[in-house]
């Protein structure tokens, strides 16, 4: 990296230019439509396009990063007393906060001034003494923990969701219990307290939920690097950023995040950070060495903590950590978002509308019943008491309050198991996301690769050798002038750097700071013999380090050891450029030959020398990376930024190749059976890479990404489509999963059969320009894809074009061209070794291998299903069975059979513990042999399940509870189910011969009769509906396949429930309850069977006529 000696400063002309045109565009702390702040000047071009390339189309809400409502990019200090008070309170800073940054005047001294006021030197950093002690005095460099508004998580957990329809059930028992009673009902005060503790147990296992799945995804946060170079001892070492103090020298890359507030003391000249986690806006801010500005937050040559370093590299001192930081200052300064809710959230929060709006109307069919045509009809049966018992008895029958607690206990344990799967999840929705996804478009190097680089073989235009035979004759003392060339190239035209801490190592087993290509390149050359004098003889005045859009890397060099003046006294300097073939070799003109160890010129005989070349080694896989020189007289300052303008608009032209490197990656171990994997799960896995074609296709059949020894199709084959005419005949089917296409009306389209589109295609970045939209239509039909020599931009329009098809798209990728992509996904995977940048700009980050997608997609489908199954379970008896008593009791007038305390039981305790039990089923088949869901059509409960709970499973139980019933009642009492029916005020003293008191025993047995038949019918239910296809003798709880011991648990603690209810004389006073006969505990148990047996026969004739009608509606 240059040091500061290298750049000259501008003139004073060009210092006022910079400083006019900054304050004309004052950058302030709301949107603005002018792009001023990041334009050139007038005739000067872009240094690289990759300073657009990592744009993003949308704006990030990371969890760690500041809310969107309170981003800013810097202030105006000079102007903020004359804001207007109409703007948003929320996107201003404390006046404290004004303050305090208007102080510092870290961008306006001279590097030596602030090395000297830190104590600290840009070559040896501070000495780790100072360092500790420092860290002891200022603390951490961590963002102050933004406290919970606990009063308001409290009120929503006591308030929201079914809890506010509950608080009304208290205040109508409250009221039932006085004035309305006299004398006042104590069994009303009983239910209102009850009530009241069903509330508080939600909130609490909400509030517990909450804590619990906080804490497991902040020890996985844990786990997340958080590293910088850092100078320390006169040693540049790899540090926890957390340790970073005031006067540490950092090194910062294209990729980083920048770990503290820095001043820039040198930078590659075309250094630029992305500032949106701060700003909101997409404009990225060109670093500087100068001061540009009079404000500390508007100056570029302060590198702000949090920013992401999207081109180039530099070195700077820390002056800000932790809170004192400006991303710490905002953190303190601003509220907590309310977060947006999550996919889950939002089908539960549907569900819940579906039932309140059903209770309500409910409740009001029953009070307008009783108003029009109870009280009048029948005016001593059902007094203003007993009528709001009734409505409140529909409320609690038809909401289920264990739904909560069930939802609660989910998330908990889909939070641990993503711990134990080394899978970090942003939220908890990603991975329920994943379980829609049906595009995956992976990245290459770092990703489906080890990214663990070597050289694995050498060449020249005429000639390849072996790694072995280069290295031999690179070390001799007479090798050629070629040779020696090569190993100059390969070590000056580098950025990495052995790690001091293992540089006693063999070089082999020595740990290397710097990308992995170059990491390659440079073990290569320091295996052949060191290159520290070389370095030192030929040191470095400019670079334009390598990004993905212009793909090579540029140094130049002084080849003498004087200081080198910044007005060009030595006529020539020599250039090192290294990259991809096919963008470097347009501008080569001649190339050293090791035939004649001359330069000879690149004639049309070369070039196809070259390219065959290209593609021996293309074809086994190997990355090809070019080595070019050229001599150049510059005509600008050597460093300013019209150098640079220079250098890339005339210095690569004339180039002389040297030579070639053959760079083998090896996949990642795991990656074949993750594509596959994936592919049976419905998941169409696309390669979307920066690289070689050629070597792309040879990693995708490595790795399973193509199959078939057939080509794929290229560009020429979607334009014969196009031309065909047809492709309006392309459909999507809409019971099949997404990869699934097919042509209508056509046999074949030129020499394509039929089935063409489910095979392979390969286009290059080139050929995606060209592409139109009726082209993509085809694109976007292939089984397998790859896509090579793609720029960020590219890859970009190649996740919205799936988009728009309606696909859900996950994007893989590591790197910083993979940032926009992954944004723009609806889930970013990033692997945990992947750059800072890539990483802020996922959904979710793998910590361990690459495999923990597939746990990822099949949890998220996992989670979903078992979602269901509790839902499907809770519906029958804690909402079907328990109203159609109520609405006996209103409209045919029979005894209520069911109390709304025994109501409450079946709802909260004793369906609860049965339900925690699906929480924990395991996939009833494989999950991945699924397709994706449909997340628009697909909901959490749809019409098949209301079917499954209320129309099948829920009618069983009502017809059979109420059988019980009247089977008391007839057997115990003598009287019949006929004289029960349209009986109203009738069931009073003297009915049937019995007192009053009497009557009322018969009844409350009756009902803890109904009670314990739905508890012991719930057992039948929880064993069928673990179990959407199987049967129960092919995966009962017990055996291991299928094992789940939480089944039968959940069923003993259910019935333990309806025995203390049932025979606690204390409950028994209060609430009403009675103990109940023997025989009428053990009847159930066979109607339970017969439950049972009547969901068995449905999932047979499911099996055996899959396309049958019962299959169709089969939930």
Same mark, same amino acid.
């Given at each position: 990296?240059?040091?500061?000696?290298?750049?000259?400063?501008?003139?004073?002309?060009?210092?006022?230019?910079? %400083?006019?045109?900054?304050?004309?565009?004052?950058? +302030? !702390?709301h949107?603005?439509?002018?792009?001023?702040?990041?334009q050139?000047?007038?005739?000067?071009?872009? =240094?690289?396009?990759? =300073?657009?390339?990592?744009r993003r189309?949308?704006m990030?809400?990371a969890?760690?990063?500041?809310?969107?409502?309170?981003?800013?990019?810097?202030?105006?200090?000079?102007?903020?007393?004359?804001?207007?008070?109409?703007?948003?309170?929320?996107?201003?800073l404390? &006046?404290?906060?004004?303050?305090?940054?208007? /102080?510092?005047? !870290?961008?306006?001294?001279?590097?030596d001034?602030?090395?000297?006021?830190?104590?600290?030197?840009?070559?040896?950093?501070?000495?780790?003494?100072?360092?500790?002690?420092s860290?002891?005095?200022?603390?951490?460099?961590?963002?102050? $923990?933004?406290?919970?508004?606990?009063?308001?998580?409290?009120?929503?957990?006591?308030?929201?969701?079914?809890?506010?329809?509950?608080?009304?059930?208290?205040?109508?028992?409250?009221?039932?219990?006085?004035?309305?009673?006299?004398?006042?009902s104590?069994?009303?005060?009983?239910?209102?307290?009850?009530?009241?503790i069903v509330?508080?147990?939600?909130?609490?296992?909400s509030?517990?939920?909450?804590?619990?799945?906080?804490?497991?995804?902040?020890?996985i946060?844990?786990? #997340?690097?958080?590293?910088?170079?850092?100078? =320390?001892?006169?040693?540049?070492?790899k540090?926890?950023?957390?340790?970073?103090?005031?006067?540490?020298?950092v090194?910062?890359?294209?990729?980083?995040?920048v770990?503290?507030?820095?001043?820039?003391?040198?930078?590659?000249?075309?250094?630029?950070?992305?500032?949106?986690?701060?700003?909101?806006?997409?404009?990225?801010?060109e670093?500087?060495?100068?001061?540009?500005?009079?404000?500390?937050?508007?100056?570029?040559?302060?590198?702000?903590?949090?920013?992401?370093?999207?081109?180039?590299?530099?070195?700077?001192?820390?002056?800000?950590t932790?809170? *004192?930081?400006?991303?710490?200052?905002?953190?303190?300064?601003?509220?907590?978002i309310?977060?947006?809710?999550?996919?889950?959230?939002?089908?539960?929060?549907?569900?819940?509308?579906?039932?309140?709006?059903?209770?309500?109307?409910?409740?009001?069919?029953?009070?307008?019943?009783?108003v029009?045509?109870?009280?009048?009809?029948?005016?001593?049966?059902?007094?203003?008491?007993?009528?709001l018992? *009734?409505?409140?008895g529909?409320?609690?029958?038809?909401?289920?309050?264990?739904?909560p607690?069930?939802?609660?206990?989910t998330?908990?344990?889909?939070?641990?198991?993503?711990?134990?799967?080394?899978?970090?999840?942003? /939220?908890?929705?990603?991975?329920?996301?994943? /379980?829609?996804?049906?595009?995956?478009?992976?990245?290459?190097?770092?990703?489906l690769?080890?990214?663990?680089?070597?050289?694995?073989?050498?060449?020249?235009?005429?000639?390849?050798?072996?790694v072995?035979?280069?290295?031999d004759?690179?070390?001799?003392p007479?090798?050629?002038?070629?040779?020696?060339?090569?190993h100059?190239?390969?070590?000056l035209? *580098?950025?990495?750097?052995?790690?001091?801490?293992?540089?006693?190592?063999?070089?082999?087993?020595?740990?290397?700071?710097?990308?992995?290509?170059?990491?390659?390149? !440079?073990?290569?050359?320091?295996t052949?013999?060191?290159?520290?004098?070389?370095?030192?003889? *030929?040191? +470095?005045v400019?670079?334009?380090?390598?990004n993905?859009?212009?793909?090579?890397?540029?140094?130049?060099?002084?080849?003498?050891n004087?200081?080198?003046?910044?007005?060009? $006294?030595?006529?020539?300097?020599?250039v090192?450029?290294?990259?991809?073939?096919?963008?470097?070799?347009p501008?080569c003109?001649?190339?050293?030959?090791?035939?004649t160890?001359n330069? %000879?010129?690149?004639?049309?005989?070369?070039?196809?020398?070259?390219?065959?070349?290209?593609e021996r080694?293309?074809?086994?896989?190997?990355?090809?990376?070019?080595?070019?020189?050229?001599?150049?007289?510059?005509?600008?300052?050597?460093?300013?930024?019209?150098? /640079?303008?220079?250098?890339?608009?005339?210095?690569?032209?004339?180039l002389?190749?040297?030579?070639?490197?053959?760079?083998m990656?090896?996949?990642r171990?795991?990656?074949?059976?993750?594509?596959?994997?994936?592919?049976?799960a419905?998941?169409?896995?696309?390669?979307?890479?920066?690289?070689?074609?050629?070597?792309?296709?040879?990693?995708?059949?490595?790795?399973g990404?193509?199959?078939?020894?057939?080509?794929?199709?290229?560009y %020429?084959?979607?334009?014969?489509?196009r031309?065909s005419?047809?492709?309006?005949?392309?459909?999507?089917?809409d019971?099949?999963?997404e990869?699934?296409r097919?042509?209508?009306?056509k046999?074949?389209?030129?020499?394509?059969?039929?089935?063409?589109?489910?095979?392979?295609?390969?286009?290059?970045?080139?050929?995606?320009s060209?592409?139109?939209a009726?082209?993509?239509?085809v694109?976007?039909?292939?089984r397998?894809?790859?896509f090579?020599?793609?720029?960020?931009?590219?890859?970009?329009?190649?996740?919205?074009?799936?988009?728009?098809?309606?696909?859900?798209?996950?994007?893989?990728?590591?790197?910083?061209?993979?940032a926009?992509?992954?944004?723009?996904?609806?889930v970013?995977?990033?692997?945990?070794?992947?750059?800072?940048?890539?990483?802020?700009?996922?959904?979710?980050?793998?910590?361990?291998?690459?495999?923990?997608?597939?746990?990822?997609v099949r949890?998220?489908?996992?989670?979903?299903?078992?979602?269901?199954?509790?839902i &499907?379970?809770?519906?029958?008896?804690?909402?079907?069975?328990?109203?159609?008593?109520?609405?006996?009791?209103?409209?045919?007038?029979?005894?209520?059979?069911?109390?709304s305390f025994?109501?409450?039981?079946?709802?909260v305790?004793?369906?609860?513990?049965?339900?925690?039990?699906?929480?924990?089923?395991?996939?009833e088949?494989?999950?991945l042999?699924?397709p994706?869901r449909?997340?628009?059509?697909?909901?959490?409960?749809?019409?098949?399940i209301?079917?499954?709970s209320?129309?099948?499973i829920?009618?069983?139980?009502?017809?059979?509870?109420h059988?019980?019933?009247?089977?008391?009642?007839?057997?115990?009492?003598?009287?019949?189910?006929?004289?029960? #029916?349209?009986?109203f005020?009738?069931?009073?003293?003297?009915?049937?011969?019995?007192?009053?008191?009497e009557?009322?025993?018969?009844?409350?047995?009756?009902?803890?009769?109904?009670?314990?038949?739905?508890?012991?019918?719930?057992?039948?239910?929880?064993?069928?509906?673990?179990?959407?296809?199987?049967?129960?003798t092919?995966?009962?709880?017990?055996?291991?396949?299928?094992?789940n011991?939480?089944?039968?648990?959940?069923?003993?603690?259910?019935?333990?429930?309806a025995?203390?209810?049932?025979?606690?004389?204390?409950?028994?006073?209060?609430?009403g309850?009675?103990a109940?006969?023997?025989?009428h505990?053990?009847?159930?148990l066979?109607?339970?069977?017969?439950?049972?047996?009547?969901? %068995?026969i449905?999932?047979?004739?499911?099996?055996?006529?899959?396309?049958?009608?019962?299959?169709?509606?089969a939930?």
């Amino acid at each position: 990296m240059a040091g500061p000696d290298y750049y000259a400063p501008k003139d004073a002309d060009a210092d006022q230019e910079m %400083e006019s045109d900054e304050k004309q565009a004052r950058i +302030r !702390f709301h949107d603005r439509s002018d792009d001023v702040a990041t334009q050139t000047g007038p005739g000067r071009q872009k =240094r690289t396009m990759s =300073r657009d390339s990592i744009r993003r189309r949308s704006m990030s809400a990371a969890n760690t990063g500041i809310p969107l409502e309170f981003r800013t990019l810097s202030i105006g200090l000079s102007e903020s007393k004359q804001m207007s008070h109409d703007d948003d309170k929320k996107e201003k800073l404390k &006046s404290e906060e004004l303050d305090y940054f208007a /102080g510092l005047n !870290f961008h306006s001294l001279a590097p030596d001034q602030i090395l000297k006021t830190l104590n600290t030197s840009e070559k040896h950093g501070l000495d780790a003494t100072t360092a500790a002690a420092s860290l002891e005095r200022d603390g951490t460099n961590t963002l102050p $923990k933004v406290r919970d508004q606990f009063w308001r998580k409290i009120f929503w957990y006591i308030f929201g969701g079914f809890c506010s329809v509950l608080w009304f059930g208290v205040i109508v028992f409250f009221l039932c219990w006085q004035p309305l009673s006299s004398p006042p009902s104590i069994p009303n005060l009983a239910m209102a307290i009850m009530v009241i503790i069903v509330i508080l147990l939600q909130a609490s296992f909400s509030a517990f939920q909450d804590w619990s799945t906080r804490r497991v995804m902040n020890s996985i946060l844990d786990l #997340l690097p958080a590293e910088a170079i850092v100078v =320390r001892d006169g040693q540049p070492k790899k540090m926890p950023a957390a340790e970073l103090v005031a006067g540490d020298i950092v090194q910062i890359s294209i990729g980083n995040k920048v770990p503290a507030d820095l001043r820039l003391l040198s930078t590659s000249g075309d250094v630029r950070f992305d500032r949106s986690v701060l700003t909101g806006e997409p404009d990225e801010i060109e670093g500087s060495v100068n001061c540009t500005n009079d404000s500390f937050l508007e100056s570029r040559n302060i590198a702000l903590m949090g920013t992401l370093v999207t081109n180039g590299n530099g070195t700077g001192v820390v002056v800000l950590t932790g809170g *004192n930081s400006v991303m710490g200052r905002i953190a303190k300064a601003t509220s907590a978002i309310k977060a947006k809710p999550t996919l889950i959230q939002q089908e539960i929060s549907r569900f819940i509308r579906i039932i309140v709006c059903l209770t309500v109307c409910l409740a009001l069919l029953i009070l307008l019943a009783w108003v029009g045509w109870v009280r009048i009809k029948h005016p001593g049966y059902m007094t203003v008491v007993a009528m709001l018992n *009734n409505v409140m008895g529909t409320i609690v029958a038809f909401i289920p309050e264990g739904l909560p607690i069930g939802v609660a206990l989910t998330l908990m344990m889909v939070a641990n198991r993503m711990k134990a799967a080394n899978i970090l999840p942003k /939220g908890l929705a990603t991975v329920e996301t994943l /379980g829609c996804v049906n595009v995956l478009c992976s990245d290459k190097t770092g990703t489906l690769t080890e990214n663990k680089m070597v050289v694995s073989s050498t060449s020249f235009v005429d000639k390849q050798y072996s790694v072995e035979e280069t290295l031999d004759i690179m070390r001799r003392p007479d090798a050629p002038e070629i040779f020696s060339e090569y190993h100059k190239a390969a070590l000056l035209c *580098n950025d990495s750097a052995f790690d001091p801490l293992t540089i006693n190592l063999p070089i082999a087993k020595r740990e290397i700071h710097g990308n992995a290509t170059d990491a390659a390149v !440079f073990r290569f050359a320091e295996t052949a013999k060191s290159g520290e004098t070389l370095r030192a003889s *030929n040191p +470095r005045v400019f670079q334009i380090p390598f990004n993905s859009k212009n793909k090579w890397m540029l140094t130049m060099h002084s080849s003498n050891n004087s200081n080198q003046s910044t007005e060009v $006294k030595t006529p020539e300097y020599v250039v090192y450029v290294k990259g991809a073939p096919d963008i470097l070799l347009p501008k080569c003109s001649t190339y050293f030959s090791v035939d004649t160890n001359n330069v %000879e010129p690149l004639d049309e005989k070369s070039k196809k020398l070259f390219s065959a070349l290209q593609e021996r080694l293309a074809q086994k896989a190997e990355r090809v990376i070019i080595l070019c020189q050229r001599l150049y007289t510059p005509k600008e300052i050597v460093g300013s930024n019209y150098f /640079g303008d220079e250098i890339t608009r005339e210095c690569l032209q004339d180039l002389t190749i040297i030579g070639v490197f053959g760079i083998m990656d090896p996949p990642r171990p795991e990656t074949a059976h993750t594509v596959e994997c994936c592919r049976r799960a419905g998941i169409r896995f696309f390669m979307v890479t920066g690289d070689f074609g050629t070597t792309a296709v040879a990693v995708a059949r490595q790795v399973g990404i193509i199959t078939g020894e057939v080509e794929p199709h290229q560009y %020429e084959d979607i334009v014969k489509i196009r031309n065909s005419k047809i492709t309006g005949d392309l459909v999507k089917l809409d019971d099949k999963p997404e990869s699934k296409r097919c042509w209508k009306s056509k046999a074949s389209v030129g020499n394509l059969p039929l089935d063409a589109f489910q095979g392979s295609l390969v286009l290059d970045g080139a050929s995606l320009s060209k592409l139109t939209a009726e082209d993509w239509e085809v694109v976007c039909s292939y089984r397998e894809i790859v896509f090579a020599r793609t720029t960020p931009e590219q890859k970009l329009r190649i996740v919205n074009e799936f988009k728009n098809r309606e696909n859900v798209v996950a994007v893989t990728g590591d790197g910083v061209n993979d940032a926009p992509a992954l944004r723009a996904a609806h889930v970013g995977v990033a692997v945990v070794s992947g750059s800072d940048v890539a990483i802020e700009a996922a959904d979710l980050v793998l910590l361990d291998k690459f495999d923990s997608i597939v746990d990822a997609v099949r949890l998220g489908r996992l989670v979903f299903q078992n979602l269901q199954k509790m839902i &499907s379970y809770l519906l029958p008896a804690g909402s079907w069975s328990e109203i159609w008593p109520v609405l006996l009791n209103v409209f045919v007038g029979v005894p209520l059979p069911l109390s709304s305390f025994l109501m409450i039981i079946i709802c909260v305790f004793t369906d609860v513990f049965s339900s925690m039990a699906l929480i924990m089923e395991q996939e009833e088949f494989d999950l991945l042999s699924l397709p994706p869901r449909n997340h628009k059509r697909d909901h959490l409960i749809n019409l098949k399940i209301y079917a499954q709970s209320y129309l099948f499973i829920g009618v069983m139980e009502t017809v059979m509870a109420h059988a019980m019933f009247f089977l008391y009642m007839y057997q115990e009492a003598g009287i019949p189910m006929r004289s029960l #029916l349209k009986l109203f005020e009738g069931y009073t003293e003297g009915f049937y011969g019995y007192t009053q008191a009497e009557l009322t025993h018969f009844n409350n047995v009756g009902q803890c009769v109904y009670f314990v038949t739905l508890v012991i019918l719930q057992w039948g239910n929880l064993l069928s509906i673990r179990n959407k296809r199987l049967s129960i003798t092919q995966a009962d709880p017990i055996r291991k396949a299928h094992r789940n011991l939480w089944i039968p648990c959940g069923a003993l603690v259910a019935f333990c429930i309806a025995i203390f209810v049932t025979e606690t004389p204390a409950i028994q006073d209060v609430f009403g309850t009675a103990a109940v006969p023997i025989k009428h505990w053990l009847i159930p148990l066979g109607l339970a069977t017969a439950l049972l047996t009547m969901d %068995e026969i449905r999932k047979l004739l499911v099996r055996l006529f899959p396309k049958g009608p019962v299959a169709r509606i089969a939930w």
